[in-house]
C-alpha cells in the first residue's frame, strides 16, 4: 500500500471519539500529516485541552497508522494552535451532533 496522506487519514476514520461516536477526522481533529521516508508525523488536536481521554485517543491514532503502514515510525503530536472549533467538523459530523445553519 502506497503511504500517502489521503491513505493515512482514511485509516484514521477507524479511530472513534468514544464521548461522541465520531471518528477523529470527521471531528476535524487531524490538522496535518507529513510522510518522510519511512516515517509518518500526525499533528491532531482535541475538542478541548482538558479532555480526559487525550492520551487515549492520541494512542488510538498512532496504533491505527503503525497498524496499517507496519514497519514505518509513527509520531503523533496534540497541537493547540488553532483552536479547534466546531466549524472544523464534517457535514456529516455536524448533521450527527445537531449542528445546523
Known amino acids: ?18 464521548e461522541l461516536g465520531i ?12 510522510i518522510k521516508e519511512n516515517k509518518i508525523s500526525v499533528d491532531m488536536t482535541l475538542t478541548t485541552p ?9 494512542g488510538s491514532v498512532e496504533q491505527e497508522v503503525r497498524q496499517t503502514f507496519e514497519g ?3 509520531e ?3 497541537v493547540w494552535d488553532p483552536p479547534w472549533t466546531p466549524d472544523l467538523l464534517s457535514s456529516e459530523a455536524k448533521e450527527q451532533l445537531g449542528y445546523t445553519r
Open 50 to 58: 482538558g479532555c480526559p481521554l487525550a492520551g487515549m485517543i492520541a
Open 23 to 34: 471518528n477523529v477526522v470527521d471531528l476535524g481533529l487531524i490538522y496535518n500529516i507529513v
Open 76 to 78: 503523533v503530536s496534540l
Open 72 to 74: 514505518v515510525d509513527v
Open 1 to 18: 500500500m502506497d503511504i500517502t496522506s489521503d491513505a493515512v487519514r482514511s485509516c484514521l476514520e477507524n479511530v472513534i471519539d468514544p
